[in-house]
């Protein structure tokens, strides 16, 4: 039987980088340090977040440091390590800005998992295709840009805006838009909450009944809508409020106020074509946000320059406060501390071309290297006519020539040996 050629299948080589890709934020979600297990899952529903610029899949081993993931995610592009870690006062997230900063040290002062919200919401529902594009970053109640506002808000709100891909609405794709991240700013605690949504988009102004039999399915569990119990379709359609069912239950308030999908304030004309059915380019929907969590509330602990390891003044601090004259000392120490590391780089550096100078350099002068080595013996030799001289250099002398003795009488005993060894026969194996 012929044997089946493979066809190949891949490019020689790296693949181009597109332009959709340029200038697109990675990150590295890790757990640092022993967590426990709710943590762990608080980084796996974040690694949803964050997807599909981010390493869904990555393991962290015990033997890990932080500093590995540092000199490893410049090589692979990554500008966002983002490492969540377990205090004795409460959970932490830092944000670090690679590669040379700044570093947002957090705390985690509540936090929800991704399950826990599903379980409690009766709506939301998460199919899993929207985690194929990025998320829609929303920034709320933040002060605006001003002399008054405090510097550590805005580079704040920068940071979490360079965590996303930046949004182009002249060349974004509707279809694309499929969940928010929410960032809102609590000034009375001085907390930051996180929500995470899924666009739905409903029909408008059809009720929740019309809508089930457009749908053809009462339930998600499958099958066709069970119209059994009913004496006429219009005794499902047309029922009142608070009218008794066949099953003897009432329609709430809250499920009528839902059965319109949206008020006008949350109707809008279809731009372009939406994921769903019938939902065609003009069509007027109803949006509506179902949260899949992760959740959390966050406190801004410090900031500082620089990464982990290299760390620079610190911008902002919570609970420490400085007077300008300490402020001042600190910068000097920090400007003195860094000048003195780009001596000792320069310092190095020079060093390292010294050394590949002198090496290339002994390389192309070896013949003569041999002569002067000649030249330095016979001068040993004539200048031998001291009696302390002529001591110390038959001492070394002897050592020398009892060198050379036991290399010659090695290299000679070794000859003997050869010459007594017999001969082996070699065996020939013939076919019997």
Known sequence: MA???KNR???????????STEGVPKSFIIKHGPVGHSIAQLVRDFRKVMEPNTASRLKERTRNKLKDYLTLAPALQVTHLLAFTLTPIAPSLRIIRLSNGPTLSFRVERYSLMKDILNTSRRAR???????????????SFPAPSPTTPPHLTLLMKSFQSLFPPLSPHTLALSSARRVVLISYNAERGTIDFRHYVITVKPYGVSKRVRRVLDGTQKASGGVLDLGNEKDVADFLLRKRGEAGPDGGYESAASSTESVAGDDGDAVDLADDYVGRNNKKGQRRAVRLDEVGPRMELRLVKITEGVPGKEGSVIY??????????????QASHAAKEKLRKERRLEQELNVERKK??????HGGEDDGGEEEDEDVE???GDGDGDDDEGDWDAEEEISEGEDDEEGSAAESSEDEEERRPTKKVRIRGKR
């Not at 891949?10 to 332009?19: F, N």
Request: glycine content about 6%; hydrophobic content about 40%.
């Open 317 to 330: 601090h919570e609970f420490v406060k400085k007077t300008k004259k300490e402020v001042a000392n600190l």
């Open 126 to 140: 998460s199919i899993g295709m929207e985690y194929l594009s990025p998320p829609l970053l929303v920034l709320a």
């Open 3 to 5: 044997r089946k050629r």
């Open 379 to 381: 001068l040993f030799e």
């Open 9 to 19: 299948t891949h490019l020689k080589g790296a693949a181009p980088a597109t332009a």
């Open 357 to 362: 100078a002198a090496k290339s350099q002994g």
